[in-house]
């Protein structure tokens, strides 16, 4: 028999939800490295789907790096 998938949802791709209650928690117990984590995964996510030019590109990876420091 074929297990079912365990998760409710992704986000940008890489943040697997287990729940809509999960995503409830993420949402109440987001703290400033959390928003970070989040934002960052975001605009990966957008580059991976051609969102941004070139220039935009440099300019985001530049800010994720001064931000990671």
């Given at each position: 028999m074929e297990q079912e998938n365990s998760n409710?949802?992704?986000?940008?791709?890489s943040i697997d939800l287990l729940s809509e209650e999960h995503l409830e928690v993420m949402l109440t117990t987001m703290n400033t490295e959390h928003a970070l984590y989040y934002l960052?995964?975001?605009?990966?996510?957008?580059?991976?789907?051609?969102?941004?030019?070139?220039?935009?590109?440099?300019?985001?990876?530049?800010?994720?790096?001064?931000?990671?420091?």
């Open positions: 409710y949802g992704n986000l940008f791709g960052i995964e975001s605009v990966k996510s957008a580059h991976k789907k051609g969102c941004y030019t070139i220039g935009e590109t440099e300019i985001i990876s530049k800010a994720i790096r001064v931000l990671l420091k």
